[in-house]
């Protein structure tokens, strides 16, 4: 079994800051990619940001230059920085793994709220 458990979410104000936090645990050998998905009431989960084994990130356009994606292949570990929040910034953000073996996993998700 594969665990991986969000924390860091929360109510902010529009402009505000928030960090969200990934670890992941259980039988994983070798990560693909490590990042974070997002789902908004009535919308399709998106990709907000991910890194790669061979540390390449790749980050939505909406969130560039706001958003920071970290983190640590070998504690596996993945981290979001989120600057500059908007209000459209809310939603339910996922950490999401993928082995090298093309098997993924989702974490349980943390709500973002980004409103006065």
């Known amino acids: 079994q594969v665990q991986l458990v969000e924390s860091g979410g929360g109510l902010v104000q529009p402009g505000g800051s928030l960090r969200l936090s990934c670890a992941a645990s259980g039988r994983i050998f070798s990560i693909y990619t490590m990042g974070w998905y997002r789902q908004a009431p009535g919308k399709q989960r998106e990709l907000v940001a991910t890194?790669?084994?061979?540390?390449?990130?790749h980050y939505a356009d909406s969130v560039k230059g706001r958003f920071t994606i970290s983190g640590d292949n070998v504690k596996k570990t993945t981290y979001l920085q989120m600057n500059s929040l908007k209000p459209e910034d809310t939603a339910v953000y996922y950490c999401?793994?993928?082995?090298?073996?093309?098997?993924?996993?989702w974490g349980q998700g943390t709500q973002v709220t980004v409103s006065s």
């Open positions: 999401n793994l993928i082995q090298s073996l093309g098997i993924g996993y």
């Open positions: 890194f790669t084994s061979g540390g390449s990130t």
